[in-house]
């Protein structure tokens, strides 16, 4: 099973089992190891994937013997990719494995995604239908949100997008 469901998405930890080892030029291998960075297909996992200009979440992955992180997700098809550097000990595919995300990231993520929502809706209260989000940047840090709009804002604007 490559797809992992949206229910899995909203839990912290999950349980999995690898079914894909790939090298930095993808290419398959049996198992990886200390000091290695690979790309891990699990069949399934908590890992939120980069998409929609929001970071992907960080995580670590334990079992007996191995510790590693996810640095970052990504998805293809439906397919989320791990990469993930080893610290210490090694696994290979078929091992099962505890995935356990980075709470504090992915609730600073999730709050300024949300703020994107509250924001379209603030502009459209202001500005009315025709403004449309174009694009967006998530993370822990900062929001950046993008949006048409032809005509300039003033102060006034601002204020009451603000006040909303």
Do not use: W
């Amino acid at each position: 099973m490559f797809v992992t469901s949206k229910q899995s998405l909203y839990c912290l930890e999950t349980q999995s089992k690898i079914l894909r080892i790939l090298d930095k030029t993808f290419n398959e291998l049996p198992s990886f190891e200390k000091s290695n960075e690979v790309f891990v297909i699990f069949d399934r996992t908590p890992v939120y994937a980069k998409s929609g200009g929001q970071k992907s979440d960080e995580a670590e992955v334990s079992s007996d013997g191995l510790s590693a992180k996810v640095e970052y997700a990504i998805k293809k098809n439906n397919i989320f990719i791990h990469c993930c550097t080893i610290k210490e000990g090694s696994a290979s595919v078929g091992d099962h494995v505890n995935i356990k995300i980075n709470k504090s990231l992915r609730n600073s993520h999730s709050r300024a995604h949300s703020c994107t929502h509250l924001l379209q809706s603030a502009l459209r209260e202001v500005f009315g239908s025709a403004v449309h989000q174009k694009g967006s940047k998530v993370n822990e840090d900062f929001l950046r949100f993008d949006f048409n709009f032809t005509d300039k804002i003033s102060r006034e604007d601002i204020c009451r997008i603000e006040k909303i």
